[in-house]
């Protein structure tokens, strides 16, 4: 029997689920925290033999050092940015995550963002709810006819480019990796990344952040897109440099963006706390500051991270965890990460 803690639950919409996890982990010894993992909590765990944690929790060295009986660390999301898995090993802790679970579910969000840009979604319903049901400012644009340049063709990417195409639009993309089947499949072509920026009126996001795609789209790059373009971003924040966003939205390369992850996502509730030295040290102040300027402007919309948040998506996150946990006391690690 291992000591399991579950960390976060009640924090993204799982609260009531803990006598499902019990159930389907009766050989366990199950625990709820219903904070994120931080140095403090961490102590919670001190006996634990595995920790399930989300995005909001940063696994580290010293964090790790905290609890020392543990083996298994179970990301129950699929990036992983938060766990420094170089750390993991040295302490002998596996780590693990949920490889799939939302490709339908941030594809859809994705199309969201993008027919609440095109159909102007947002400005309709605040005239509406203000008895105002007149139709100037509204008029927005077809999908249909319009060239989308996606950005990594994975799980999520493959799912956009079937959503796009059942709106009628032309679909082109980038991958490092290109996978000349799916293309054939889901109809769609290949091109090198400036040709997708000179095509594509819109861009959408969907690769994974790592040292060769930090920045993809940057203040050197920004201007190689078509004007007009509307930007979405579902993936990570750091993919695109925060200072070419205002670059384009200033020059009009970007007509609108809809994104649901910023470069550095260290929310801002008062001003009062950019003074704070904790703050100051954990968050790149020039950045979130541009961002803030992001927040204001009426054609861009974002949401707060929130693409993957959906019931059906929540439950695969959890019985995916739940088999990586019961797997690995079982002697067979599943999707370990690192
Ligand atoms: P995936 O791993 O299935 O697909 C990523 C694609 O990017 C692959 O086709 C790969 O070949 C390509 N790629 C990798 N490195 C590349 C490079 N250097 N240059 C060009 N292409 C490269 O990933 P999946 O599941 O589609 O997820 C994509 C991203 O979405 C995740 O990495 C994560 O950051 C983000 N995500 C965001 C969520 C949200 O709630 N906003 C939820 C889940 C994922």
Same mark, same amino acid.
């Given at each position: 029997m291992a000591a399991i803690t579950f960390f976060e639950l009640d924090q993204f919409g799982l609260g009531d689920k803990k006598d499902y996890i019990k159930e389907h982990l009766k050989k366990h010894n199950i625990t709820f925290v219903n904070e994120q993992l931080t140095e403090k909590t961490a102590l919670k765990a001190k006996d634990s033999d595995a920790i399930a944690f989300f995005i909001y929790s940063k696994v580290n060295d010293s964090?790790?050092?905290?609890?020392?009986?543990?083996?298994l660390a179970a990301t129950m999301? %699929?990036? $992983? @940015?938060? =766990? @420094? %898995?170089? *750390?993991c090993k040295k302490k002998k802790v596996t780590a693990c995550n949920v490889p799939a679970y939302g490709e339908n579910t =941030?594809?859809?969000h994705a199309i969201g963002l993008l027919l609440?840009?095109?159909r102007k979604i947002i400005p309709s319903v605040e005239q509406t709810r203000k008895g105002n049901f007149e139709l100037t400012g509204l008029r927005g644009f077809d999908l249909k006819g319009k060239t989308i340049g996606i950005l990594g063709t994975g799980?999520?990417?493959?799912?956009?480019a079937h959503y796009a195409q059942a709106f009628g639009m032309t679909v082109i993309a980038y991958d490092a990796f290109p996978n000349e089947a799916l293309a054939k499949e889901c109809k769609f072509s290949y091109v090198p990344l400036d040709e997708l920026f000179k095509q594509s009126d819109v861009i959408s996001v969907h690769l994974p952040e790592n040292k060769d795609t930090h920045h993809i789209i940057n203040t050197k !790059?920004?201007? !190689?897109?078509? /004007?007009?373009? =509307?930007?979405? !971003?579902?993936?990570?924040?750091?993919?695109?440099? %925060?200072? *070419?966003?205002?670059?384009?939205? /200033?020059?009009?390369?970007?007509?609108?963006?809809?994104?649901?992850?910023?470069?550095?996502?260290? *929310?801002? +509730?008062?001003?009062?706390?950019?003074?704070?030295?904790? $703050?100051? +040290? %954990?968050? @790149?102040? +020039?950045?979130?500051?541009e961002e803030h300027m992001l927040l204001e402007m009426p054609n861009v919309y974002i949401t707060p991270h929130n693409a993957f948040n959906s019931t059906e998506a929540l439950m695969r996150i959890l019985d995916t965890t739940i088999d990586n946990l019961n797997s690995f006391f079982e002697g067979v690690p599943k999707n370990t990460i690192g």
């Open positions: 964090l790790l050092s905290k609890m020392p009986k543990l083996k999301s %699929t990036g $992983f @940015d938060h =766990v @420094d %898995t170089a *750390a =941030v594809a859809e609440t840009i095109s799980r999520i990417g493959r799912h956009m !790059n920004v201007r !190689n897109i078509k /004007k007009g373009c =509307v930007l979405i !971003n579902t993936a990570r924040g750091g993919l695109v440099e %925060t200072e *070419a966003l205002l670059v384009g939205l /200033k020059e009009g390369i970007f007509s609108a963006l809809g994104l649901d992850v910023l470069e550095e996502e260290c *929310a801002i +509730k008062e001003e009062p706390q950019l003074l704070h030295e904790t $703050f100051q +040290k %954990t968050c @790149d102040l +020039k950045t979130l500051l």
